[in-house]
């Protein structure tokens, strides 16, 4: 089982930046791939940036430019920083692991999510 604790939402202007961050913790073999993903109300989740454990990295359009993923192994923490924040970019973001978990003989894929964490940019 995989523990995902998220940091750093807040209420920002319009043209500010935020940092978030993503702990993982608890048994597993590895994680894989880790991910921020944002609903805002009455729409649907969505991929917003996501970083392989070798550092390649996938943005979704509205996003590029403005943030950046990254991750440190050794911490098993993965960060989102924000810049040039948007009225559109108001959400609850949410952190995403995608890992391999159970024992040695019977190990499986499996997918985890942090409980969110809401970020509120003003106009």
């Known amino acids: 089982q995989v523990q995902l604790v998220e940091s750093g939402g807040g209420l920002v202007q319009a043209g500010g930046s935020l940092r978030l961050s993503c702990a993982a913790s608890?048994?597993?073999?590895?994680?894989?791939?880790m991910g921020w993903y944002r609903q805002a109300p009455g729409k649907q989740r969505e991929l917003v940036a996501a970083i392989t454990s070798g550092g390649s990295t996938n943005y979704a359009d509205s996003v590029k430019v403005r943030f950046a993923i990254s991750r440190d192994n050794f911490k098993n923490t993965v960060y989102l920083q924000m810049s040039s924040l948007k009225p559109e970019d108001t959400a609850v973001y949410y952190c995403n692991a995608q890992s391999v978990v159970g024992p040695p003989t019977a190990r499986y894929r499996d997918n985890y999510w942090g409980q969110g964490t809401q970020v509120t940019v003003s106009s």
């Open positions: 608890g048994s597993y073999f590895s994680i894989n791939t």
